[in-house]
C-alpha cells in the first residue's frame, strides 16, 4: 500500500513537472538549416603491398554539431599526439593545429560556411585517417 502511494505521488510530481517546463520552439530561416551529422572517417595513406585481412578498426570518431559549428572528436584509443587539418574546398579556408587525442574527446569549431570540407589526422607514426562532408 505504502509503495502504490510512494508510486503514484512520483508520477504525480512528474506528470506536474512536465507540464510546468516550458517549451521552446523555433523557426530557422532555410538558409540557416544545417543538421548535424557523423563524418565517416576511412584510414588514409595504406601503401601498395600492404593486404589487410580484416576491416581496420578505425579510433576516431567525428560529428558536425550545427548549433555550435564545431566538430565533435572522440578518440576511441590513446592516439598520442595527432595533427588535424580541416579544408573547405569551396572556400579555401583552413584550419590545422595538433590535438592531444590522450583527452578522449575534443571540440573543434569550424567557419560553419556551406561547402566541402575534409577533415584529416595525422598520427606520429604517420597513419592517416580522413573524412569528407559537405555543409
Known amino acids: 500500500m505504502v509503495m502504490k502511494r510512494a508510486i503514484t505521488f ?12 516550458p517549451s521552446f520552439a523555433y ?10 551529422k557523423d563524418i565517416p572517417i576511412r584510414i588514409g595513406n ?14 576516431i570518431k567525428v560529428s558536425y554539431i550545427s548549433f ?3 566538430l565533435s572528436i572522440t578518440f576511441m ?9 580541416v579544408i573547405n574546398h569551396s572556400t ?15 571540440i573543434l569549431p569550424i567557419s560553419g560556411d556551406e561547402g566541402f570540407y575534409t577533415v ?3 598520427r606520429s ?3 592517416e585517417y580522413y573524412g569528407e562532408f559537405e555543409l
Open 10 to 21: 512520483f508520477a504525480a510530481v512528474l506528470m506536474a513537472f512536465v507540464s510546468v517546463c
Open 27 to 36: 523557426t530557422l530561416n532555410d538558409a540557416d538549416k544545417k543538421e548535424d
Open 46 to 59: 595504406v601503401r601498395i603491398g600492404d593486404k589487410h585481412r580484416a576491416p581496420a578498426r578505425i579510433p
Open 68 to 70: 555550435i559549428s564545431a
Open 77 to 85: 584509443n590513446s592516439l598520442g599526439e595527432v595533427e588535424v587539418n
Open 92 to 106: 579555401g579556408d583552413y584550419l590545422s593545429g595538433t590535438l592531444d587525442a590522450n583527452a578522449g574527446t575534443a
Open 120 to 122: 584529416t589526422f595525422v
Open 125 to 127: 607514426d604517420g597513419t
